[in-house]
């Protein structure tokens, strides 16, 4: 038996990303118009950047809370109170080392081998491997398209649940369709999972990418603060901090003493510059997430007008999250087109194949870039798909 052989069967066996594949190909195309992965292309603001700045120079380098420093978990109850109106309980909150790490934790408190989680798709790939490497299996329930916008039928959720379902995972406003919950699904489904002692792992990382509104509609909205739904979420995308690796958890004070041991035997916590850093972003962030916001939004409604104009490609227009989810009339496999796309019209594509089942046809469009890029991006597919 090889060393690989012998590797823990899960583990070898998981795919790999047919996004990073397209990336890894033409990483380095120049002149590329990038726009495959789902952040912006802003560094982060200069305030939260100073804050961890002056925590090194502090001389905070040691070993800190599991549950994250109480500074930040009383700056996450203050952020919960004023966007969503929750009662201010830093018991809630946990600090992750990203939004990837908190659906880990997530998944590993709630299931493993033998549980099944169902999740909506087309859906972030690393919610599916996630699951997969708890142990758990990944059960897909596939959005409906049309170009009035993506919808959910509950009653296809709740036909996908066994005796085996242990989680829904729940990602809203979605990448990469931007699919956004009504409250009414949100109830249906809350009250669906008290039903059946099922928790809710609830993805709201987008939730403040909505462009009719604040927030777009969330659990929070709807639940009691015991109710089995664990939310995760990310500095990453608000704050442009993709590359600082901050998250948080937020759930019910009772499973405290479960999360913190998972994050002791994880991580064993979050570095403190990172906190303090993050604490800068939920106090002085909002006019930085508003411009963020409005970037987006003009962005997308540049690139959704031009992509139209051809007459050859279908989309809805997202409602939220950060991404433009579209079709190709004549082409049904997105792997080999985002590779033509990128040869040919040099823009850089994500592959609806890497997001499971629902849009495998279509491709993925990260608008949170420079207003000039995503002209230029749209010119050169408009000119692309013109000449076909
Ligand atoms: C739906 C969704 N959830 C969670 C994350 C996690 O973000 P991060 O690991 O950067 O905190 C992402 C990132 O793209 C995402 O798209």
């Given at each position: 038996m090889t060393p690989y052989e012998s590797l823990r069967p899960i583990a070898r066996d998981l795919d790999e990303s047919d996004i990073v594949a397209v990336v890894n190909r033409a990483r380095n195309k120049p002149g590329l118009v990038p726009l495959w992965v789902g952040e912006g292309d802003l560094p982060t603001p200069q305030f939260i950047i100073d804050a961890a700045s002056a925590s090194l120079a502090n001389g905070e380098t040691f070993y800190t809370w599991q549950r994250g420093i109480p500074e930040l978990r009383q700056a996450l109850a203050d952020y919960h109170e004023r966007v969503?109106?929750?009662?201010?309980?830093?018991?809630r909150f946990y600090v992750t080392g990203s939004g990837m790490q908190a659906i880990q934790l997530a998944l590993q408190a709630t299931s493993g081998a033998g549980d099944e989680v169902v999740m909506i798709t087309p859906c972030w790939p690393n919610i599916h491997a996630a699951t997969q490497v708890s142990g758990a299996v990944p059960v897909h329930v596939e959005l409906d398209f049309s170009e009035n916008g993506w919808s959910l039928d509950v009653q296809k959720l709740f036909d996908a649940?066994?005796?085996?379902?242990r989680v829904l995972f729940i990602n809203t406003p979605?990448?990469?369709?931007g699919w956004t919950a009504t409250h009414e699904n949100l109830r249906d489904i809350l009250a669906f999972a008290r039903q059946h002692n099922i928790w809710i792992v609830a993805d709201e990382v987008y939730t403040r990418f909505i462009f009719d509104a604040d927030c777009a509609p969330s659990f929070y909205d709807v639940i009691e603060e015991d109710d089995r739904v664990i939310f995760v979420n990310t500095f990453s995308k608000n704050w442009a901090?993709?590359?600082?690796r901050s998250g948080w958890i937020s759930a019910p004070p009772a499973i405290g003493q479960v999360l913190e041991n998972l994050i002791q035997y994880s991580t064993s916590g979050v570095a403190s510059f990172t906190q303090r850093a993050a604490v800068a972003a939920l106090q002085q962030g909002e006019p930085f997430l508003a411009m963020q916001k409005q970037r987006a939004r003009t962005n997308r409604d540049v690139m959704c007008d031009a992509l139209r104009s051809t007459g050859k490609i279908k989309f809805a227009r997202p409602q939220g999250a950060l991404y433009l989810f579209f079709a190709v009339d004549g082409f049904s496999n997105s792997k080999e087109l985002a590779i033509q796309i990128t040869d040919e019209a040099n823009v850089g594509l994500a592959p609806?194949?890497?997001?499971?089942?629902?849009?495998?046809e279509f491709l993925r469009l990260c608008y949170l870039r420079d207003p000039k890029q995503i002209e230029l991006a749209a010119e050169r597919l408009v000119g692309w798909v013109n000449q076909l």
């Open positions: 969503h109106g929750i009662a201010n309980n830093p018991e649940v066994t005796n085996k379902t979605a990448n990469p369709s901090m993709t590359g600082w609806g194949t890497g997001f499971y089942t629902g849009g495998n």
